[in-house]
Structures are given as C-alpha cells and as structure tokens.
C-alpha cells in the first residue's frame, strides 16, 4: 500500500535527513529521530482499512542496545487502541545489527495504526530508527 496517498503520518521527532517518508518507501537508511528517548510513529487512515500483514525493519549498526516496541491500532481515532505486539530485541554492532518482524494480522476497520519505540530499555541515550513500515 502507498501509506502516503492513504494515511496522515505522524511522528513524534524526526531527523530532517532522515525522514519518516523513507521509511514508508524502503529508501535507505529510513527514519530516524531528531533525538534520544521514546517516539511514536501514527499511520491515520483517511478511511478505515483492513490490513493483514504488517512488515518493520529496525537496524543498528553503530551501538549496543535493547530496543523495545509496541505495535497498536484502533478502529475509532482518538479512541481506545488495542495491542498487536510488543517486542524487545538486542542490538550488537560485532552480532545483531538488524531487526525484521514481519506480522500476520488480519484486522478490519482499522483507522489509526501506532509504533511506540523505546530505543533503549535501560535508559541510556538511544535514537530511534526505523528502515522500513509496511503493511499489506
């Protein structure tokens, strides 16, 4: 799907030279935030979808951190969101530097999609990045 003809996004914080439209098109390297600390990245939908699949690629190659994210979504904006996902992962710069997750879902009426990224769960000064956001 081309989130950009279909979706509003919003970010939290972002790198002028990284933006969230990178991530939406697998340009690399993707998004990135402005700065340390949780962020938030929202698909809102000009009208309601159904999505099956949700693909996320996370990479880090420059520092070591456990990233955690939570993946939601909601059929009302503005209203109550459920859980899809949440999901920790340890990046290595000399091991893992990469992250895919790839989900089947199968959700309808679905009108604001939300990815919460804490960049580091042990609260050091982690940015966070996103390669790429797809869903089908």
């Not at 969230?20 to 690399?28: F, R």
């Not at 939908?45 to 949700?54: G, K, L, T």
């Not at 993946?71 to 990469?98: C, D, K, M, Y």
Request: cysteine-free; charged content about 20%; hydrophobic content about 40%.
């Amino acid at each position: 799907m081309d989130l950009a003809e279909i979706a509003t996004v919003e970010v939290t914080s972002e790198d002028p030279q990284f933006p969230i439209e990178a991530s939406l098109a697998s340009q690399s390297p993707g998004w990135r935030a402005a700065g340390p600390g949780d962020q938030q990245v929202r698909l809102i939908f000009d009208a309601p979808i159904s999505i099956n699949r949700v693909h996320l690629r996370f990479e880090e190659s420059a520092a070591e951190r456990t990233q955690e994210f939570t993946l939601r979504w909601s059929a009302v904006h503005g209203g109550p969101s459920i859980e899809i996902v949440r999901q920790q992962w340890n990046f290595s710069p000399s091991g893992s530097t990469s992250e895919v997750e790839d989900y089947t879902v199968g959700l309808n009426h679905v009108s604001v999609l939300e990815l919460a990224i804490r960049p580091d769960i042990s609260g050091n000064e982690g940015i966070a990045s996103l390669a790429e956001f797809r869903i089908r």
